[in-house]
T-cell receptor, first 116, second 116 residues
């Protein structure tokens, strides 16, 4: 069965410093992996996705993530945090064949706080 | 606005009452998903439709829950005899099932349900 573990429930960084949000996954097949962001009172927005192409995936707003199969990890990084990055981030896995529907399995979320 | 919309955004009800939520997907999307998110947790899959057919239901979806997508466009989620444990954010997402690995789910803002 597929599952996702987000290793930190809260991360606090200063504006302008790097961001690292950690995610490990478990999957029986070749997974698709995603990072979504949720700002207060707004819907989930896709940051980036990995679907078996390049292992380093670039997303919106300067975020990127690297798929490491040997470590079953998909950590999210950003070189320099901005105040507007403060939000909750979800690591997500899907590994069913797409004809069976793309049921997403979410991690518990990491709340990112950015200090000025 | 061409995104996913959900109505109402907030619903307060008394235990035992029935409630119905509506989701309007992005117009060309043939798949529609419902998820539930409780406080401090990531969203959990409830059910999904391909066109008008409901193809999978989670074990989380008790017999008090029913979902429809009558013409393959908008969908409704009804909860009968609500319980306090039903209090959560109900999220809808839509996607187009094109090429394998290319499907992306776009989420609506959610309906927040509070059962008193």
């Amino acid at each position: 069965a597929q599952s996702v573990t987000q290793l930190d429930s809260h991360v606090s960084v200063s504006e302008g410093t790097p961001v690292l949000l950690r995610c490990n996954y478990s999957s029986s097949y070749s997974p698709s992996l995603f990072w979504y962001v949720q700002h207060p009172n707004k819907g989930l927005q896709l940051l980036l996705k990995y679907t078996s192409a390049a292992t380093l995936v670039k997303g919106i707003n300067g975020f990127e993530a690297e798929f490491k199969k040997s470590e079953t990890s998909f950590h999210l990084t950003k070189p320099s945090a901005h105040m507007s990055d403060a939000a909750e981030y979800f690591c997500v896995v899907s590994d069913l064949p797409f004809e069976y529907g793309n049921k997403l399995v979410f991690g518990a979320g990491t709340i990112l706080r950015v200090k000025s | 606005d061409t995104g996913v919309s959900q109505n109402p955004r907030h619903k307060i009800t008394k235990r035992g009452q029935n409630v119905t939520f509506r989701c309007d997907p992005i117009s060309e999307h043939n798949r529609l998903y419902w998820y539930r998110q409780t406080l401090g947790q990531g969203p959990e899959f409830l059910t999904y439709f391909q066109n008008e057919a409901q193809l999978e239901k989670s074990r989380l979806l008790s017999d008090r829950f029913s979902a429809e997508r009558p013409k393959g466009s908008f969908s409704t989620l009804e909860i009968q005899r609500t319980e306090q444990g039903d209090s959560a954010m109900y999220l809808c997402a839509s996607s187009f099932s094109g090429l394998a690995g290319q499907e992306t789910q776009y989420f609506g803002p959610g309906t927040r349900l509070l059962v008193l």
